[in-house]
């Protein structure tokens, strides 16, 4: 498997299937996890981490779930795949742009990956079209207990798994769903909604998680703290909340095209439009206006794109995923006119 093999997959994180998913995008499951015995990385030197990431490489190669596997070693990424990397979801800003002694782990499927040496030793996730908490969770589950057979990791009987961060100690899981929120964010719902959550002991970030601002209405929801809960807390919360935000939004589609029918008819179509004519579009517009199309197909206002095309443009169109289609680096205002190109390509406009 080599890195330019993933340009023709689909990520699963823009699949579009799974359930709810014209409003869940994807669902994310990550565990932290450290070795016993050496220094966390934030404490080791520049010897001792890159020790310890030829223990984790060998470690996660013995792995029945990797055999087939993607290893790389961060510092010997371009820039283009770093970023290529974060736009996929498989790997945060942070470990693109500090790259010593890093490591990224890519199984076949793209559905499993693991970040080496980030905060913490191991940050082992999985990706889940829809809304899949559980069978996230299983995933990550089993992928965990095998890779426990090959590793020791640092564990306390009275704190349970131990981090980096304190808020991770204890299960180590971080759970987060994609949700696409149009309705709330157009009927000014989505901060009574941030609120809400944060009382609830869950946090809303943007497009590319933290640190990131939402881009076209689309927000990733996650538990805060792991310290004192157990996984079945954790799950069970998210879930649950989750449910009720996915109601929330469907009845506002529902009621919103009731009473402004003409208005929100008016901005998707025009949206369309202009994603159909356009010559020069940048990325951050792209979103907004593929945002706008989701929300009109979901509401039959858009009958002749299927969603799952709409996604592929979503994820396609990114600046690091156009260059890599073109083989080559793009400066910005050629990618801009190339990406509005693309678009009228894959909505059949000549």
């Known amino acids: 498997m080599r890195l330019d093999d993933l340009i023709v997959k689909r990520s699963e994180w823009l699949r579009g299937e799974g359930p709810e998913s014209s409003i869940a995008m994807s669902t994310r499951v990550r565990v932290a996890r450290n070795l016993k015995g050496r220094l966390y990385f934030s404490r080791a030197n520049k010897k001792e981490r890159e020790e310890t990431l030829n223990i984790l490489f060998a470690g996660v190669k013995k792995s029945s779930f990797f055999k087939d596997a993607l290893f790389l070693k961060v510092r010997e990424i371009s820039d283009t795949d770093k970023q ?3 736009e996929r979801h498989l790997m945060s800003r942070e470990h693109a742009e500090d790259i010593a002694s890093k490591g990224l782990v890519i199984e076949e499927k793209e559905i499993a990956s693991i970040l080496l040496n980030e905060e913490d030793h191991i940050r082992l996730q999985v990706i889940e079209s829809g809304f899949n ?4 969770w299983k995933a990550v ?6 890779l426990s057979k090959h590793m020791q990791f640092d564990f306390s009987n009275k704190f349970g798994y131990l981090t980096s961060c304190p808020t991770n100690t204890g299960t180590g899981l971080r759970a987060s769903v994609m949700l696409h929120l149009s309705a709330l964010a157009m ?5 009574g909604v941030f609120d809400a959550i944060s009382k609830l002991g869950l946090t809303m970030r943007g497009f590319y998680g933290e640190g990131t601002e939402a881009i076209g209405d689309f927000y990733q ?4 703290v792991a310290l004192g809960y157990s996984e079945e807390d954790i799950l069970d919360n998210l879930e649950r909340i989750i449910k009720k935000i996915i ?4 009845e506002t589609r529902i009621n919103f095209l009731r009473i402004k029918k003409f208005e929100i008819e008016d901005r998707i179509q025009r949206s369309y439009g202009t994603l159909r004519s356009a010559k020069i579009i940048t990325s951050s517009e792209t979103i907004k206006l593929l945002s706008a199309i989701r929300l009109g197909i979901d509401l039959g206002i858009i009958k002749d794109v299927d969603i799952k095309k709409i996604n592929e443009v979503l994820l396609l169109t990114q600046p690091a995923h156009l260059q890599k289609v073109a083989g080559k680096e793009i400066p910005p205002y050629e990618r801009d006119i190339k990406r509005s190109d693309f678009i009228r390509e894959k909505l059949g406009v000549a």
């Open 133 to 136: 908490v559980l069978e996230a």
């Open 221 to 224: 929801i996650s538990n805060q």
């Open 84 to 86: 290529f990397l974060v």
């Open 141 to 146: 589950d089993n992928i965990d207990t095998d």
């Open 247 to 250: 109601s929330r939004e469907r």
């Open 187 to 191: 009927t000014s719902q989505i901060d």
